[in-house]
């Protein structure tokens, strides 16, 4: 037995040794044309000794199935079966790829991933390379529990950073066997292995998303086309055909193309094809195989995503629901598409409602053109499309939409004051839901404390929890607004903070627009990325950053109407209900535009010193917010506590308070900013007696003194009372001003 042989025969007892043998095993392969076959065996040692046999230095791209299959189910076609298919899991998995930072080879990922996961907690007891990343495994005891074999993977998938293949139908690369890629060209191997065996308990499991879950319950199985197929095909409709074989012939026939150098979209083209296909009575089973399909250009962009199914899956699912349907007129076309869905057009974008989520999701211009792709079928012109999008938009075009102060969350819509749920409904045209539910008898919130208490000094925790119910207010006006600036060192976590916060509220309505695009550096479509957003983040902003020009951020901290341009379109002026927050090392340069009403807008945080978060230290490690709000009963507790920072902003009337610690903070970025706070703050009147004329002079040498830019001397004149009340500093002005500390001196 040689060496990759063996190596193989170990995996294989690894990944499967200890499930039942009354199960099946399913094993991948390209064959020399390109097609994806598969081999179905029993679960037994001498099988999988055989399959070592077979496959061992194959230099052909090789991969087995990582869970079992019930013995009554063995795939159908050359496919890996469903994850409904799964008899026992025997390991976790997470897929690695490469994600290189800058100028970093791929022997440098390998060496500082495998010390990452050295350091990884659960270690894992497997770590096998593809020929390019990594698949670290943790063996468990076997489970017929694939729902949580798939939110396990997802939950390590999370923490490190992996790729999105923790479906318990997922095919892993098998050791023993070359990766034949191109950019790889090496063989897969086992780089470690130990002997652990971890229990549940050692696991947390990541909550799927919506998307995720509708794809799990698609129960779509590949089945075997005639050999005629083909030619059927090619005989009785020759333009669907066409649009199968290959991309030249796709083309050739009208297909829609994706840009100028003549490339199908393969995406409406795969649509198209599925549309029709069930149209004449052809199973979902044959469409799939076909959208699969190892050599025609209809199963390429499966071919080139890295055989991924869900792409597959939600095209047929989405093909099913409209092809009942034919083309008479672009207004009988309009009126069938908004009888399926409801749309609207706000602002140049397009928008449907998904009542699953009690949103209306973007993007939706693209599900318009399919549908109608999917009723025209040959007839299909774009300007046929262009007709219906017209007709839809003469009904659905808006100029504002209902603002609420309801909370969109998993169970419904949620009055943040009364804790009241209502029902999902298109009447709050909601644009967003939190991934969380509203349950405030069993809530456990200790985690997200421990969290969040690492980070911040604990007078400030109550101010990070309402900002946090203050990015949910999403109704217009808002009584008051402040900028949010959590300072401090490196690795200190102010920025896993903030990463929490945009997973909570969901990355898509979070922008990261910089601090410097706010401040003179964007371009006149800059605030056009703001609509609809919850909060802006820029988690790393530029020490060395000058703000020279205020207008827009005062704008979004005082509420005051904006000029938003989108190409192609009038601008509008209109109030934002995003919110914004800035993570620093340390304060960037006001410099003279640190005026009162941007001062009193500001709440600075702090963080702890506390050892840094890196993955050096396992309990302050990177990516720490994903281990938390991976898991749903955490998400729940975030949002508890978001709602107890809105209840108690409502009843300060949305005025946020200081704290000694913020306080503080304030007054050291004002000393440092402001001129006149730093001469008052510094100098030491004693309660004497100056003319103002030489009270400005003191000014004036302080800052040339000290390298600052002075007042001129009126405005000087115009800010020193109300400087000095701030401070705590009292005045008597007139010829003679008199300065003193407030308690020393009447």
């Known amino acids: 037995m040689d060496n990759r042989q063996q190596d193989l025969e170990e995996a294989l007892e690894y990944r499967y040794g200890r499930a039942r043998q009354d199960t099946l095993l399913t094993f991948h392969w390209l064959d020399a044309q390109g097609r994806f076959q598969t081999e179905v065996v029993p679960n037994t040692r001498d099988q999988r000794k055989r399959m070592a046999e077979k496959y061992a230095g194959a230099t052909y791209d090789v991969w087995s199935r990582m869970t079992t299959v019930l013995g009554d189910r063995s795939p159908r076609g050359s496919g890996r079966g469903l994850r409904q298919d799964t008899a026992q899991a025997c390991v976790l998995w997470v897929d690695l790829d490469p994600k290189l930072r800058t100028d970093e080879s791929i022997a440098q990922w390998r060496e500082r991933t495998l010390a990452e996961l050295e350091a990884f907690d659960p270690p894992p007891s497997r770590i096998e390379s593809s020929g390019r990343g990594f698949y670290p495994m943790w063996a468990i005891e076997p489970t017929e529990d694939w729902q949580w074999v798939e939110e396990a993977n997802k939950w390590l998938a999370l ?15 098998l050791p023993g066997t070359l990766n034949p890629k191109k950019d790889v060209n090496e063989w897969a191997t086992t780089v470690r292995t130990g002997s652990t065996t971890y229990g549940r308990q050692d696991f947390k499991q990541a909550s799927l998303s919506q998307d995720e879950q509708e794809l799990r319950a698609i129960t779509i199985q590949p089945t075997d086309l005639p050999s005629f197929f083909g030619d059927e095909l090619a005989n009785r409709y020759p333009k669907l055909w066409a649009r199968i074989e290959s991309e030249e012939s796709a083309r050739a026939v009208g297909a829609q193309l994706k840009d100028t150098k003549g490339r199908v979209d393969r995406s409406h083209n795969d649509y198209y094809i599925a549309c029709q296909l069930l149209r004449l009575r052809r199973t979902q089973g044959e469409v799939y195989s076909v959208l699969t399909h190892p050599l025609w250009f209809s199963g390429d962009k499966f071919r080139t995503s890295g055989y991924k199914e869900a792409y597959v899956l939600t095209t047929i699912q989405s093909a099913s629901t409209i092809v009942d349907a034919s083309w008479k007129n672009a207004a009988q076309s309009a009126e069938r598409i908004m009888e ?17 989520t009690g949103m209306f999701e973007p993007n939706a211009l693209q599900k318009i053109r399919r549908a109608v792709y999917a009723i025209a079928g040959d007839d299909w012109s774009i300007d046929k499309s262009n007709a219906v999008v017209k007709r839809i938009a003469e009904e659905k075009e808006r100029d504002d939409r209902v603002l609420t102060e309801l909370i ?47 980070i911040l000094q604990p007078d400030e925790i109550e101010i990070w929890w309402q900002f946090c119910g203050y990015c949910l207010y999403t109704n217009l006006p808002m009584t008051s607004r402040i900028l949010l600036f959590i300072i401090g060192p490196a690795q200190s976590g ?43 983040i820029d988690d790393d902003v530029d020490p060395n950053t000058t703000i020279r020009r205020t207008g827009t951020l005062k704008k979004l901290a005082t509420g005051s109407p904006l000029s938003i341009e989108k190409k192609g379109r009038t601008p509008v002026s209109m109030e934002l209900v995003v919110k914004m927050a800035f993570a620093a090392n340390a304060y960037p340069s006001f410099g003279m535009s640190l005026d009162d009403a941007l001062q009193t807008r500001l709440r600075v945080l702090g963080v ?30 975030w949002l508890y506590r ?25 007054q050291e970025l004002e000393q440092r900013e402001d001129s006149i706070v730093a001469f008052l703050t510094q100098f030491d009147f004693e309660g004497q007696e100056i003319p103002m004329r030489a009270l400005t002079g003191k000014y004036q040498m302080y800052c040339a003194l000290n390298g600052e830019r002075a007042e001129t001397w009126r405005r000087f004149s115009d800010r020193l009372k109300e400087t000095a009340d701030r401070l705590g500093l009292g005045v008597h002005e007139g010829n003679l001003v008199t300065v003193w500390r407030k308690g020393q001196h009447q």
């Open 408 to 454: 969109n969350v998993r169970n419904g819509m949620l009055d943040p004051m009364t804790g009241e749920l209502m029902d999902h409904s298109a009447a709050f045209d909601c644009l967003y839901q939190l991934d969380a539910v509203w349950k405030p008898e069993r809530v456990y919130t200790d985690h997200v404390d421990a969290f969040v208490g690492e």
């Open 340 to 356: 399926m869905d409801e749309y609207w057009l706000y602002l140049g974008d397009w928008y449907v409602y998904n009542s699953s």
């Open 608 to 637: 702890r010193n506390h050892p840094p978060f890196n993955r050096d230290n396992p309990d302050r490690r990177v990516n720490a917010h994903l281990e938390l709000l991976s898991v749903a009963e955490n998400r729940d507790a």
């Open 494 to 536: 102010k920025s896993e903070l903030l990463y929490a916060q945009r997973y909570f509220l969901g990355k898509q309505n979070v922008t990261s627009l910089q601090l410097g695009d706010l401040t003179g550096e964007g371009n006149s479509f800059t605030t056009s990325g703001l609509v609809n957003s919850l909060l802006n």
């Open 159 to 173: 923490r490190l950073n992996g790729d999105s293949g923790y479906d318990a139908a997922k095919i892993l690369r």
């Open 642 to 666: 978001c709602v107890e920072g809105y209840r108690q902003l409502a009843e300060l009337n949305w005025e946020f308070p200081e704290t000694v610690t913020t306080s503080a903070r304030k």
